[in-house]
């Protein structure tokens, strides 16, 4: 299992937690598969009210697809499939709410995760960065969640500033991405205090809200994403020539 979930039914609070340290928590196919399921399994679990998301290790909350993972694609030019358009609660019809525990580096896919939760708490060490431009990729779905979640001109920024820049949690707190910061290691327990306070509540009337709030955002990403494999198609460079990318840049980056 790439997953550990740990369920409170004392609480009504269960905890998701990304469990492949060793790979900084990128999600293969494997992982995609395991998080739709358990979104969609808690739709079911009455005892459960709210939930935390969160992943092992101090390096990295989530690094996005892993690298190594091959998804087929359709022949068709209209077509693309992306496993990790399925991987978030709103995905997957979930309306109680999820709370984003990150520490560590946020990047990349991680956004789709992020894009779908309440709100985010981040450790003081947390970075948030989108490396797509720099790899010769379109930042698509990514920017589309980040353009919901913060001013615009500071999605642009961290979209297209690729591996140059990574967003600090002070400054994606200031920016409205993230909701508080902590010390490192008190992010989890943060969001869990948050979590049972809403747990607490009368659960119809949290998870109505939820949607409420989400009907707000739901109607731009969906036109954002009818446009993203087209965009995509359009602008991304041959795989061939992106792995060439992977290993030629990086190095140093600005936090801000």
Same mark, same amino acid.
């Given at each position: 299992?790439?997953?550990?979930?740990?369920? !409170?039914?004392?609480?009504?609070v269960?905890?998701?937690?990304l469990n492949? #340290?060793?790979?900084?928590? +990128?999600? !293969?196919?494997?992982?995609?598969?395991?998080?739709?399921?358990?979104w969609?399994?808690?739709?079911?679990?009455?005892?459960?009210?709210?939930?935390?998301?969160?992943?092992?290790?101090?390096?990295?909350?989530?690094?996005?697809?892993?690298?190594?993972?091959?998804?087929?694609?359709?022949?068709? #030019?209209?077509?693309?499939d992306?496993?990790?358009?399925?991987?978030?609660?709103?995905?997957?019809?979930?309306?109680? #709410?999820?709370?984003?525990?990150?520490?560590?580096?946020?990047?990349?896919?991680?956004? /789709?995760?992020?894009?779908?939760?309440?709100?985010?708490?981040?450790?003081? !060490?947390?970075?948030?960065? !989108? #490396?797509?431009?720099?790899?010769?990729?379109?930042?698509?779905?990514?920017?589309? /969640?980040?353009?919901?979640?913060?001013?615009?001109?500071?999605?642009?920024?961290?979209?297209?500033?690729?591996t140059?820049?990574?967003?600090?949690?002070?400054?994606?707190?200031?920016?409205?991405?993230?909701?508080?910061?902590?010390?490192?290691?008190d992010?989890?327990?943060?969001?869990?205090?948050?979590?049972?306070i809403?747990?607490?509540?009368?659960?119809? +009337?949290? *998870?109505?809200?939820?949607?409420?709030?989400?009907?707000?955002?739901?109607?731009?990403?969906?036109?954002?994403?009818?446009?993203?494999?087209?965009?995509?198609?359009?602008?991304?460079?041959?795989?061939?020539? *992106?792995?060439?990318?992977?290993?030629?840049?990086?190095?140093?980056?600005?936090v801000?």
């Open positions: 299992m790439t997953l550990e979930v740990v369920r !409170d039914e004392k609480t009504g269960a905890v998701v937690r492949r #340290p060793h790979k900084l928590n +990128a999600i !293969d196919e494997e992982t995609a598969a395991e998080l739709s399921a358990v969609r399994g808690f739709r079911y679990d009455d005892a459960i009210r709210a939930l935390v998301l969160t992943a092992s290790g101090e390096k990295a909350f989530c690094t996005g697809i892993d690298r190594a993972t091959e998804v087929p694609q359709p022949s068709s #030019p209209y077509s693309l992306d496993p990790l358009l399925t991987i978030g609660p709103k995905a997957n019809d979930l309306w109680k #709410p999820v709370i984003a525990a990150v520490r560590g580096m946020a990047c990349g896919g991680a956004f /789709y995760l992020l894009g779908e939760v309440e709100f985010v708490i981040a450790a003081e !060490d947390a970075t948030f960065f !989108d #490396p797509h431009t720099t790899y010769g990729m379109v930042s698509a779905y990514e920017s589309a /969640y980040l353009a919901t979640r913060m001013p615009p001109g500071e999605a642009a920024r961290l979209a297209l500033m690729g140059a820049e990574r967003v600090s949690a002070r400054r994606a707190y200031e920016t409205g991405l993230v909701s508080e910061v902590t010390r490192p290691g992010e989890v327990a943060a969001a869990r205090r948050c979590a049972e809403l747990s607490s509540y009368p659960t119809d +009337a949290v *998870q109505g809200t939820v949607r409420a709030l989400w009907t707000t955002r739901s109607p731009t990403l969906t036109q954002s994403f009818a446009q993203a494999p087209h965009l995509i198609a359009l602008g991304n460079l041959p795989p061939g020539r *992106q792995g060439e990318l992977f290993g030629g840049r990086g190095g140093e980056f600005r801000r």
